[in-house]
């Protein structure tokens, strides 16, 4: 990428248009207004002003970065312009709202919206102020900038770390409460534990949080701890004496996070709640599914839309295998999920043999019409005595073991995890088997793959019936966990779900599919206001993710080389010299 | 020779003639008992199928968007069909106001001229600014790049506009002049459909004449033959897609209106089921040819009126409307396995595989 030098001015006055473009998008959308009550630092500002704010700041920040070569005082009037042009958008904003009623046409053009925009205060004052905010945020992000190197990233991560904590503070007050909650059955002879949980429980609720978000002194306290422990470790260890750690110490080092991680995993839901023991249900559920589509689009590259179609298989077999209300079969659960699972399975055989010829684009709208069409028929009249038509299927099996019934949610939890670790370790063997060797060869290049010997029929359609296997499983569970399945449960926005967890994680990489779920099915959850925007968010990161980091938060290594081989400097657009970017129809 | 027969044939290739031929008896065993039970009159199938023309023509405009993008950028425009609701969904508060006036009933044909100016207007800013934005830093990046980028950018517009204007259905308001039918012998037609059957005619006319006759539509035929070679005779790449994108976002939201006129409610997620019928139908006709888009459509929307009672009704299967977007799905899946370059589609399909 070469860059032309541009004027700073215009560039932060374009910068500045963006940064204020997205900051009333935010406000029209109705993200900023939800928001408005969730204060990141109590009575000083609310996670709406961030979300208003931070556009401004990032993109001034942007724009001197561009134009770096400048003197300083030149750069802190770009900063000063970017955040008066965007916080300026903001303004007219505000103005047009209160002489027209925008609500006619903008549902989210509230009077609260903006009374958060203008901080509280009425009239042109309030307007004055938003703008004066604005140049400050431009003024804040070229001193940033102009910090050094280390105290730089010290400074932005001890501001990320308050306002992650500020913003979580609903999380860690309903997690303190619920161990006192366990504290307060404690045997006699651990009274010293209960007053300690009880100390910190009080601690965290009076002097580190208020009613909503952080206490100010308490933000600044924890600011000031976070940047110094930051700054002070990036002074003390620099990066060449990470890597003379003896190759035992690393492996005993290694061993120790793993089993340290592994324990913790398993005493979660008890840590956490029953609350959270739900959301991790609903984690599993989608690393389950995510796993299963990591094969296909990650190793095998078949961008599958109708993904949902066989977790829709697997949960209303289930439902019709077990259900005593439809009263065919009356099995039970484990009785059951192998017929499941083999319909899941024969299901992807049967799509996956005709779209083999199929390549990229025409695949993933043939898969998005399967998964239709399995819905449409859940939902018909003309199945309805099978399939229950809208009603669904209701009092499906729960998994026994002995006398053990699986059926709160911390016990759910377990079977999730046992899936999870079948099912990973599954496709972790698969990953660097000749198999999954064959389906990264024909993702890269299918052309070449053939001729090399693989047998391009069998690699695909193990590709679909192994996600369709994983899938199932995650249906069975999914249809065990409600006792009931519902065709509106099995929408096409559950393969987006999937999709974009996979994407941001990291196509092809098993961990980044449980770092996609963590980020986009729990966030969701936690941040109760955020769950309306979730799509929006999804599809703004698969765009932004696509554009600037394709290879997701945790890369698979030849992914990552795969994309980035792609990155050769061409004038003219020139499809043809580009590895994997053949214009091919489906012939 | 014999053992060259069976070489050639796969097991495959057997299972999905099989599913073909299988499907292709219930169609036909499906039509012959719905028309000896006799339970519709020639009327009501005459009824059904003038629906589906108006239908046809509507899905004609949005299929125009695939295919023309197909034919410069070689990919799916996934993010079309949000491009297609963007137009209507914003011009129902400006044509909510006007009926609110009383302009609409006064001055009927000014008023939806305007609405339709304002709808198109609104999906090409969408339709460039997604070209803009989400596919132009993407042309060299591998092909899945991009289409995971559309689809993002789909969702991401759908919410937006639902975020923006709210997640309700909006009524879309018809002019007096519009509501009412005439009787043709025995078959009763909708002033609504009469106008979205010739409003479709005539946007094609003019997208056909702008695709053949002009330069900026010569420019557009010859990046889709070879880009570089474009390039290089002097032709501006960027300008020409943007225009492409353009031209698609018109058609879409015209489109969008006559698709107000047949369904008059509209909300954020009206877009995606014509968007995937429309797709289907440039695909049936040809990806990437004009005049194959306007048959293919035309095709899917009768298909899909009459289809389901007359495929499926003589089956016994109650309320066969509920599929008829199943009967959509399943043509596209069929084209697709049988007949990929579509009917009219050999020159481009083949020129690039």
Redesign the interface.
């Known amino acids: 990428m070469h860059t032309k030098p541009v004027s700073p001015w215009k560039q932060a006055l374009l910068l500045g248009l963006l940064g204020g473009a997205i900051a009333v998008l935010l406000s029209l959308v109705g993200m900023v207004a939800a928001f408005g009550e969730r204060y990141i630092v109590s009575g000083w500002f609310t996670m709406g002003q961030v979300l208003f704010l931070a556009p401004i700041l990032f993109l001034s920040y942007t724009s001197v970065r561009r134009v770096t070569p400048q003197p300083s005082w030149i750069l802190l009037l770009c900063g000063l312009l970017s955040g008066l042009v965007g916080s300026a958008l903001l303004a007219a904003l505000v103005i047009i709202g209160q002489v027209v009623n925008l609500r006619t046409m903008f549902v989210n053009a509230s009077p609260e919206l903006f009374d958060l925009l203008t901080f509280g205060v009425e009239g042109a004052a309030g307007i004055l102020i938003l703008l004066l905010v604005g140049m400050a945020m431009g003024v804040f992000a070229v001193g940033l900038f102009l910090l050094p190197m280390r105290l730089r990233s010290a400074v932005t991560l001890a501001l990320m770390w308050t306002f992650l904590i500020g913003l979580l503070r609903d999380l860690i007050i309903t997690i303190v409460a619920q161990w006192e909650i366990k504290a307060a059955a404690f045997p006699e002879w651990l009274g010293w534990a209960k007053t300690a949980i009880d100390a910190i429980a009080n601690f965290f609720d009076e002097r580190i949080f208020a009613a909503s978000g952080l206490n100010p002194l308490s933000a600044v306290v924890i600011f000031l701890l976070i940047a110094t422990i930051i700054y002070m470790r990036a002074s003390r260890k620099p990066d060449s004496e990470k890597r003379q750690l003896s190759s035992p110490k690393q492996k005993r080092r290694r061993i120790l996070t793993f089993s340290g991680v592994g324990i913790l995993v398993l005493i979660l839901p008890f840590v956490l709640g029953i609350y959270f023991a739900e959301i991790l249900d609903n984690v599993g559920l989608f690393i389950l599914m995510g796993l299963g589509l990591n094969i296909v689009v990650g190793f095998a590259g078949l961008l599958d839309l109708g993904y949902v179609a066989f977790y829709a298989i697997g949960a209303y077999t289930m439902g019709v295998l077990t259900s005593p209300e439809l009263g065919f079969f009356n099995l039970t659960f484990w009785q059951a999920l192998p017929f499941a699972l083999l319909f899941s399975v024969l299901a992807g055989v049967i799509l996956g043999l005709p779209v083999l010829k199929m390549r990229g684009d025409y695949l993933a709208i043939v898969t998005l019409g399967f998964g239709e069409i399995v819905r449409l028929l859940a939902l018909s009249d003309w199945l309805s005595p099978w399939l229950g038509g809208t009603q669904g299927i209701q009092l499906i099996a729960q998994p026994t073991i002995g006398n053990f019934v699986f059926n709160t949610q911390a016990e759910l939890y377990y079977l999730f995890l046992i899936g999870i670790a079948i099912v990973a370790f599954v496709s972790w063997r698969l990953k660097d088997s000749r198999l999954g060797r064959s389906w990264m060869a024909l993702r890269e290049d299918e052309d070449v793959a053939v001729a090399m010997g693989i047998d391009h029929v069998n690699t695909k359609l193990l590709a679909f019936a192994t996600g369709a296997l994983f899938s199932g499983l995650a249906g069975t569970i999914f249809a065990a966990k409600l006792q009931s399945v519902y065709p509106h449960s099995m929408n096409f926005l559950v393969s987006i779900n999937v999709l974009s967890l996979i994407i941001i994680g990291g196509m092809g990489s098993i961990p980044g599919v449980f770092v996609g779920a963590l980020v986009l099915i729990a966030a969701p959850e936690i941040l109760r206001e955020f769950a309306e925007f979730r799509f929006l968010a999804f599809g703004a990161l698969m765009v932004a993710m696509m554009l600037l980091r394709p290879e997701g938060l945790w890369p698979e290594k030849r992914r990552k080389l795969e994309l980035h081989e792609a990155e050769t400097p061409s004038d003219i657009i020139d499809e043809e010299s580009v590895p994997g970017l053949e214009p091919d129809a489906a012939s | 020779m014999r053992r060259n027969w069976r070489q050639r044939i796969?097991i495959?290739d057997l299972?999905?003639w099989g599913?073909g031929i299988a499907i292709g008896a219930v169609v036909v065993i499906g039509t012959i008992a719905t028309l000896r039970s006799g339970k519709y009159a020639p009327s009501t199938w005459l009824d059904l199928a003038i629906k589906g023309l108006a239908l046809g023509g509507v899905y004609a405009l949005i299929a125009m968007g695939y295919t023309l993008v197909y034919g410069v950028l070689?990919?799916?425009n996934?993010a079309h069909s949000e491009v297609f609701m963007s137009g209507p969904f914003t011009a129902v508060?400006f044509a909510n106001y006007l009926a609110r006036t009383g302009f609409l009933d006064q001055q009927p044909a000014l008023s939806m001229l305007m609405i339709l100016l304002l709808s198109m207007a609104v999906s090409m800013s969408i339709a460039l600014l997604l070209e803009r934005?989400?596919y132009r830093?993407?042309?060299?990046?591998?092909?899945?790049?991009?289409?995971?980028?559309a689809?993002?950018?789909?969702?991401?517009?759908?919410?937006?506009f639902?975020?923006?204007?709210?997640s309700g259905f909006q009524a879309y308001p018809i002019p007096e002049v519009l509501k009412g039918s005439i009787q043709i012998g025995a078959i009763r037609v909708f002033y609504t459909q009469i106008a979205a059957i010739l409003g479709a005619v005539a946007m094609m006319i003019i997208l056909y004449s702008i695709v053949q006759r002009t330069k900026m539509g010569k420019a557009m035929r010859t990046i889709s033959e070879d880009?570089?070679v474009a390039?290089?005779m002097g032709i501006d790449?960027d300008r020409t897609i943007a225009f492409t994108f353009a031209l698609g976002g018109l058609s879409a939201g015209a489109a969008g209106i006559l698709y107000s006129l047949l369904f008059p409610v509209v909300n954020f997620y009206m877009g995606?089921i014509p968007g995937?019928k429309a797709?289907?139908a440039a695909?049936l006709g040809g990806?990437g040819n004009v005049a194959g888009a306007f048959l293919g459509a035309i095709i899917i929307g009768l298909l899909e009126s009459v289809g389901p009672n007359l495929f499926l009704d003589g089956l016994g299967?109650?309320?066969?409307s509920?599929?008829k977007?199943?009967i959509a799905?399943?043509i596209?899946?069929f084209i697709?396995?049988f007949r990929?370059?579509g009917l009219l589609g050999e020159r481009?399909?083949?020129a690039?595989?």
């Open positions: 796969t495959t299972v999905v599913i070689r990919m799916i996934f508060f934005v989400a830093p993407l042309r060299t990046a591998p092909r899945l790049v991009p289409l995971i980028t689809i993002g950018a789909s969702f991401f517009l759908q919410y937006t639902r975020g923006l204007y709210g880009k570089e390039a290089m790449v995606f995937l797709f289907t695909v990806i299967i109650p309320t066969p509920q599929l977007d199943g799905f399943t596209l899946v697709l396995i990929p370059t481009v399909a083949q690039k595989a």
